[in-house]
C-alpha cells in the first residue's frame, strides 16, 4: 500500500530487490557467471532442443501433439494443452542485460519442469512463453494451472539474485475446445486475456476470446493506415488552477475515429498498437502534432503549457528524447512549458532504460509529470531521483475519496508526499462541486475534469480563449502559467541556460 511505503522510505530497498536489482557487484558477478552457463548450452543443443532451456524444440512438441491428440481421439478420451507466459520479464532483460535474461529463462524451464514432473512433454514456444501437454483427467489441469500460477509468487534465484516474475496461463481442452494445431493457438490466446486482465492468474479458453482476438487483429490491419488517413487527432482539456479557477495548461488527448468502426477508444487500441509494433508511429505523431500546435498557441499569444502523455515504449527507445529536443528548437519552445506525462507505473519500472530516459528528459528542461499517481509503489526515496515537478492524483482516488476514508487519506499522504518534495499536484476526474471543494480544501495546485471543461479541439480552444474580453475574463488568463512552475527548481542551472519566456 501506498501510505506504508510513505512510512518507511527503506520500502525501496524491497521493492528494487522483487525486482531484482541488486548492488553493482553482485550483478557484474551473476553476468559473468550466466555468460560461463550460457555457453555450452548453446553450442550442444541438439536441433530438436531449444538452445536457450535445453527443452524441447517447439517443432517437435508440436509433431508430438499431434500424435497424442489423435491417440486420445482413437481412445475417446481428453487432452488438455497449458500455455504459460512470464509477467514481467522485459523488465529483467532491460535492467540485467540478454545474457542474464537467458538465465531466467533455464531457471523457469527448470522449475517449470519440477512442477509438471518427468514425463509431461514441455517445450519454450517462443521468447519467455512456455506450452504444456497434460494428459490430466477431471480437473487436474485447473489444479495444475493453479499450482503453476501459486509457484511464481516467490522470487526465482538466479546466480545469487533474487528475481520476481509472475506467471499468466492459458488452459485448452481436446476435443472440448477443438483439435489439431489450432489447440496451441487457443491457448495462448486464453493465456493473453489474463495478461491484458494484469496477469498472475490462469483462464480457461473461450470462444468469445478468439472473437476477440479477431476483432484485434481489425483494428491492428486499420490502425496502421490511420495517421495516412487522417483518422488520429488531437483533443485537449483544459487544466484549471484550484485557487483562482483559471486555465493553466492543457493536456493533448488521442482520439481515434474510424469511417465504419466509429469512436476507438485509446483505452482499446493503445495496447494493440504496443503489442503490434505501431506505438512508435503514433507517438511521434502526436509529439509532432502537439508540438505544432503550442507553437501555433505560442504565435496568438496563448501561454499555456501543453503536455503529452508518453507511452512506457517511447521511454525506452533513445530516439524519443532527442526527437522531442528537436522540435522543441524547430518550433521556438521553450522546454519548461512543454510537458511529458508517464503513469507511476512506467516511471517507477526502476531500469537502467527508463533511469536513462528520465535523466534524458532532465537535460532538455521539460516539465515532467507522474501521472495516475497512487495506484503504484511509489515512496519518497523513489520520487526523489526522478527530475519530476508534478504528481497527478489518479480519478480513481478522486472519484471514491468523498465515500471512502481511505482514498481520501491515499489523497491527503499524496500531498504531503508531495509538499516534502516541492512538486505541484493535479487532480483528474474531478466532476462534482463537493469534489473540488474537497481538493481546493485540501491544497490541491491543480484541477482537471468535466466539471471544468470536457476534452476539445485546438480550434475550440483558441476561440475559448479569444473570447475572453467578453465572456471569459474570470476563467481564462493566458498570462497565468508563471504561476504555475514550482517555487522549487531541482534544475536552477538549467532554467538560466533557456533564458526567458515564451
Known amino acids: 500500500m501506498l501510505i506504508d511505503l510513505i512510512r518507511d522510505p527503506a520500502g525501496l530497498a524491497t521493492m528494487v530487490a522483487m525486482l531484482g536489482v541488486g548492488a553493482a557487484g553482485g550483478a557484474w558477478a551473476a553476468s559473468r557467471w550466466c555468460r560461463r552457463r550460457a555457453r555450452p548450452a548453446r553450442s550442444t543443443a541438439p536441433a530438436d532442443f531449444d538452445r536457450v532451456t535445453g527443452l524441447m524444440s517447439r517443432a517437435r512438441f508440436e509433431a508430438l501433439m499431434l500424435e497424442r491428440l489423435a491417440a486420445a481421439e482413437r481412445e475417446g478420451r481428453g487432452i488438455c494443452l497449458i500455455y504459460a507466459g512470464l509477467d514481467g520479464f522485459r523488465l529483467v532483460n532491460d535492467n540485467h542485460g540478454h545474457v542474464f535474461g537467458d538465465e531466467v529463462l533455464r531457471r523457469t524451464a527448470e522449475h517449470l519442469r519440477e512442477l509438471c514432473g518427468p514425463d509431461m512433454p514441455l517445450c519454450r514456444v517462443a521468447g519467455d512463453e512456455f506450452a504444456i501437454l497434460a494428459d490430466a483427467p477431471g480437473h487436474s489441469d485447473d489444479a495444475l494451472a493453479r499450482r503453476l500460477v501459486e509457484s511464481f509468487t516467490e522470487t526465482l534465484k538466479v ?216 495506484t503504484g509503489h511509489s515512496n519518497l526515496s523513489a520520487l526523489r531521483r526522478l527530475p519530476a515537478e508534478e504528481l497527478k492524483i489518479d480519478r480513481a482516488f478522486v472519484s471514491d475519496m468523498l465515500h471512502s476514508e481511505e482514498a481520501r487519506t491515499i489523497v491527503l499522504t499524496i500531498l504531503q508526499m508531495a509538499r516534502a518534495l516541492k512538486l505541484r499536484v493535479v487532480a483528474e476526474g474531478v466532476e462534482t462541486v463537493a469534489q473540488r471543494d474537497l481538493l481546493v480544501m485540501l491544497g490541491c495546485d491543480e484541477l482537471q475534469g468535466y466539471l471544468f471543461a470536457r476534452p476539445m479541439s485546438a480550434r475550440a480552444i483558441g476561440i475559448w480563449a479569444s473570447d475572453a474580453s467578453k465572456t471569459l475574463t474570470q476563467t481564462f488568463r493566458a498570462s497565468l502559467f508563471k504561476e504555475t512552475v514550482a517555487c522549487h527548481d531541482p534544475h536552477p542551472t538549467r532554467k538560466a541556460a533557456q533564458g526567458g519566456g515564451n
Not at 477443438?178 to 489474463?194: D, E, F, I, T
Not at 483494428?219 to 483562482?244: G, T
Not at 465504419?260 to 482499446?268: D, E, M, Y
Request: charged share 25%; aromatic share 6%.
Open 159 to 374: 546466480g545469487g539474485q533474487a528475481v520476481s516474475v509472475g506467471l499468466s496461463v492459458g488452459i485448452a481442452k481436446a476435443p472440448e475446445h477443438g483439435g489439431g494445431a489450432r489447440l496451441l493457438g487457443m491457448a495462448a490466446a486464453a493465456m493473453r486475456s489474463v495478461k491484458r486482465s494484469g496477469g498472475g492468474a490462469h483462464a480457461m479458453f473461450d470462444p468469445q476470446i478468439e472473437a476477440q482476438q479477431r476483432e484485434e487483429f481489425t483494428i491492428a490491419r486499420e490502425l496502421r493506415q490511420a495517421i495516412e488517413k487522417h483518422e488520429l487527432e488531437l483533443v485537449y482539456q483544459p487544466k484549471i488552477d484550484a485557487q483562482s479557477l483559471q486555465v493553466t495548461a492543457v493536456e493533448a488527448l488521442l482520439r481515434w475515429r474510424h469511417p465504419t468502426l466509429g469512436a476507438v477508444s485509446p483505452a482499446r487500441f493503445i495496447p494493440i498498437a504496443e503489442k503490434h509494433g505501431l506505438i512508435k508511429a503514433i507517438g511521434n505523431w502526436v509529439l509532432d502534432k502537439a508540438l505544432a500546435q503550442a507553437a501555433e498557441w505560442r504565435r496568438a499569444g496563448l501561454r499555456m503549457r501543453v503536455a503529452i502523455n508518453v507511452s512506457g515504449y517511447q521511454m525506452r527507445q533513445d530516439e524519443f528524447a532527442a526527437r522531442l529536443e528537436r522540435g522543441l528548437k524547430a518550433h521556438g519552445l521553450t522546454p519548461g512549458r512543454f510537458t511529458c506525462e508517464i503513469t507511476e507505473s512506467v516511471a517507477m519500472e526502476d531500469t537502467a532504460v527508463t533511469r536513462n530516459a528520465f535523466s534524458r528528459l532532465g537535460e532538455i528542461g521539460v516539465h515532467v509529470s507522474i501521472d495516475d499517481f497512487g
